[in-house]
């Protein structure tokens, strides 16, 4: 027989979550301020689950604060249940929060800490000063052994000399402290005024107490008479300046130090070349590029003292771009060359290093001197660092000529670069900058290319032409803030709608006449078609209700639209044209015979966009109660049934519903359930039972709701047998057990951290059955003010164990029912009181066929 179970409460309910942990952890305990605190061994493996309970099921997200600002989730998703960290870091310790949302309600929140414990290897520095050195060179010296580690939790520091252990109190000549103003942790032992039995090996040992089953780890060193600091000497200058393809040698020779230092290379900025070589004190860099140049730093080390340091500059030659500029007489304003008046000719080269550029002026291939109408300046302080000029004073006919400027290095094989400049009264003049008619506005369609014109129709030499946006807070579409062009044709690919707006085109100061720049201006338009919404909508209704579809035009570019069409299924609904400023909109009657996909396009001379709709009667589809527990019920046989438990989404929405398809896989099931009148509610829960189910099988479940007019989509949903039900009184549902109204006073449900802290001492344990301060227990205070004959009894769920044997094969009995108990006291056991205390009697009734009682009784 079919049974339809409706119930009145509302099971959709707001998110609820809890986390747990597995995984490789050291420990979980509470802080003083009710925190948990996961601890684990760096390298280990973390993993947090989030257990969580609502109705539709939540959403599930991972957020962490604290740590490294830049730490990631590794591989693991955020959005999964489960977080998983392989080989955690210390940088990835910090505080865990598990969010979960179903949208009803304020979504739950728990977290937890996860502190990564953690111990490196120590490292032990020796520093001496010398307060008088009119003895033996180490009479009167003291030497301080400084230890630093890292370490989580704290360090503990033991000195040792040899194999004794160096105890500040009983050796005057020794000092133990802890400086202030040091990273990590540090222990120094200071050793005052060295006597003989000083010189010995020292060990400095670290522990962290065996937490996370760290082992201790140590350091020593051997503190003699000949102990001292490195120090090195480089074979080369503090700058090596070199050409391409050049090999470098560079060696670093210790000169003192013992114990023996020890010599590392490393480069600022960033890593050593692929292609240098370390051979015991000598760096060599083969066939060096620019890509090479740096700082090259020789480090000395032997933990005496501060590490010795030396640094080379290595420099390699190079020469860019070189250009030219020709001012004409600035303190008369001129823009053109006249007779009479001054002329400045400029020359720069970009060039590693720029100081050693040299430059030497020709004209008419002669190499110009300084004279009275001639000078040469090497810097010239108007302009910028590391450009040569040649001054013409009061220009003759004589001064027309072709002048060459040439840049080199003296004496490295670099090319030389130059560049001819022709001045004549016909080869030297302003240029015009103008943009081509019908250009100052450019057209494109989005996802095209466009090409922006400003071109120098006059004008020599002819300058290059810098295009920049006209906002100064807008990059070029490659990302830079100018862009230069030689022949002035601005070309963008792939044009967007954030390149529109307005370019500025202007004349480069360089490679021309070193006058007032020109400018002009271009507008990019990027046309694209309408940007519509909604651009998808489900629409559900009621037969016979008017339904009015509207599909708002945000943006357009242009903004006129050229034509507005409605289609139903593809085909075109006649209508009369709709006014293009109108926001477009359909209204109409829903009938079983028009239900489908609308779909409203939109057009411009851009493109065509569209708002889709799907527009039916049809019903939302049901959503499972997931975290219903649904106990399985043994019937004869190998077989069991199955409480299915759902809501139905939004009923509301359209025609009532009426009944349900089910639809059990394996052809087991596949009928109508019908509600006999009864509409299902907004969040109230629908049960059907199903039989006839075979162990140890499972099935898919198939549910779909019905209307008068239509049948809703099917959802599925696994169901299986479960031969144990497992509960730990974590839900506050306390696992559907129930306080019996005609007891004197009820059980508690409580765990370490929500204990009563004014409860009588010596009661309630410490934890639950499976050793967690975290989990819950059902619990009874026995103190006043209960008295002898008090009682507090829980009713459990209903079992079913009419069956006369377990499943078939088994020969178990059909339930099993067992339980944890806790009581604490010497007398517990006893019938009789003894002072003050409350002795307990436990009860346990297990009625076939009805509830089962768990009762207690104070004697």
């Given at each position: ?137 180490y009479q009167e010296k003291t030497v301080f052994l400084r230890c630093t580690v890292n370490s989580n939790p704290p360090a503990r520091f033991i000195w040792k000399r040899g194999n004794m252990l160096i105890e500040q109190s009983k050796d005057n000549g020794v000092d133990i402290y802890e400086p202030l103003y040091t990273q990590g942790e540090t222990k120094v032992l200071k050793l005052k005024n060295l006597r003989p039995k000083d010189f010995a090996d020292y060990t400095c040992q670290v522990s962290v107490r065996n937490v996370c089953n760290i082992e ?14 490195p120090m090195i000497r480089l074979s080369v200058n503090d700058t090596v300046v070199v050409d391409p393809g050049q090999d470098v040698y560079i060696s670093c020779d210790v000169t003192a130090g013992l114990p023996q230092p020890t010599v590392t290379w490393s480069r600022y900025p960033g890593p050593l070349p692929l292609s240098a070589q370390v051979r015991g004190k000598t760096l060599i860099l083969r066939a060096v590029t620019p890509s090479d140049a740096g700082f090259y730093n020789c480090t000395a080390v032997n933990n005496v003292g501060n590490p ?552």
């Open positions: 027989m079919d049974i339809l179970y409706i119930y009145s409460s509302t099971p959709a309910a707001p998110a609820n979550a809890q986390i747990v942990h597995s995984g490789a952890a050291c420990n979980v305990k509470d802080d003083n301020i009710s925190e948990r605190i996961y601890t684990i061994k760096e390298g280990d493996t973390l993993v947090l689950q989030c257990i969580v309970k609502g109705h539709p099921r939540p959403q599930i997200r991972w957020t962490k604060t604290a740590g490294s600002a830049s730490d990631k989730f590794q591989e693991t998703s955020i959005y999964n249940e489960t977080l998983r960290i392989e080989g955690i870091q210390r940088v990835q310790g910090g505080r865990y929060y598990c969010k979960a949302d179903n949208g009803v309600g304020v979504a739950a929140i728990k977290s937890i800490r996860v502190d990564v414990q953690y111990l490196d290897a120590p490292s032990l520095t020796v520093h001496q000063t010398i307060s008088d050195v009119r003895g033996s060179y201790d780890k140590s350091v020593t060193f051997r503190l003699t008479n000949s102990t001292s600091p010795a340091r030396k640094n080379v500059n290595l420099v390699v030659r190079t020469m860019g771009n070189l250009t030219f500029q020709i001012t004409p007489d600035s303190n008369k304003d001129s823009e053109t060359i006249q007779m009479g008046r001054d002329l400045k000719l400029s020359c720069h080269v970009d060039a590693t290093p720029q100081d050693k550029v040299n430059y030497t002026w020709y004209k008419n291939g002669a190499p110009v001197f300084t004279s009275d109408s001639l000078i040469l300046l090497r810097a010239d302080p108007d302009m910028a660092p590391g450009t040569s000029s040649l001054e013409i004073v009061d220009m003759k006919f004589r001064d027309l000529a072709t002048y060459s400027c040439v840049a080199n290095f003296p004496g490295s094989q670099v090319p030389e670069l130059r560049v001819d400049v022709n001045i004549s009264q016909n080869s030297v003049s302003p240029p015009v900058l103008s943009v081509p008619q019908g250009g100052q506005v450019v057209n494109v369609r989005e996802g095209g290319n466009a090409e922006l014109v400003c071109l120098v129709v006059d004008g020599k030499p002819r300058p290059p032409i810098l295009w920049s946006r006209v906002e100064k807070d807008l990059l070029m579409p490659s990302g830079a803030t100018m862009v230069e062009t030689p022949d002035g044709r601005l070309r963008i690919r792939n044009v967007s709608r954030d390149m529109m707006g307005a370019y500025r085109c202007q004349t480069a100061p360089y490679n021309g006449l070193n006058i007032k720049r020109r400018e002009a201006q271009v507008q990019l338009n990027v046309q694209y078609p309408p940007i519509l919404d909604p651009v998808y909508q489900d629409v559900r209704s009621r037969n016979y209700q008017t339904v009015t579809l509207r599909c708002t035009v945000l943006r357009s570019n242009p903004p006129r639209l050229t034509y507005i069409r409605w289609f139903r299924n593809g085909d075109q609904i006649r209508m009369p044209m709709p006014d293009l400023k109108e926001t477009p909109e359909l209204k109409f009657r829903l009938e079983p015979t028009n239900n489908g996909t609308y779909e409203c396009r939109v057009n411009n001379t851009a493109g065509i966009s569209s708002c889709t709709f799907n527009v039916s009667a049809q019903p939302y589809n049901a959503e499972f109660y997931f975290d219903t527990p649904n106990p399985v019920r043994i019937l004869k046989g190998n077989n069991y049934s199955y409480n299915l438990q759902w809501t139905q989404k939004d009923p509301d929405a359209t025609d009532p519903i009426i009944g349900y398809w089910i639809n059990v896989q394996k052809n087991l099931v596949s009928e109508q359930i019908d509600l006999k009148g009864k509409e299902p509610e907004k969040g109230v829960l629908l049960s059907y039972v199903i039989s006839n189910l075979r162990i140890p099988l499972s099935y898919e479940v198939r549910l779909a709701p019905i209307t008068t007019y239509s049948t809703g989509g099917y959802v599925s949903r696994i169901i299986q047998y479960s031969e144990h039900h497992v509960c730990g009184f974590e839900d506050e549902r306390i696992c559907g057990f129930s306080q019996d109204r005609s007891d004197i006073f009820d059980w508690t449900r409580q765990n370490h951290l929500t204990q009563n802290p004014k409860r009588s001492a010596n009661t309630g344990p410490e934890t639950d059955r499976s050793g967690t301060k975290e989990g819950y227990y059902m619990y009874i205070e026995a103190s006043r003010p209960r008295i002898q004959g008090d009682k507090a009894r829980l009713l459990s769920p209903l079992f079913n164990v009419s069956s006369v044997r377990g499943p078939k094969g088994s020969g178990r009995v059909p339930y099993c029912v067992s339980f944890y108990y806790h009581m604490k006291g010497k007398h517990i056991g006893e019938s009789k009181r003894v002072g003050s205390k409350m002795l307990i009697k436990l009860r346990i009734y297990l009625p076939v066929k009805r509830n089962c009682s768990i009762q207690t009784y104070l004697v």
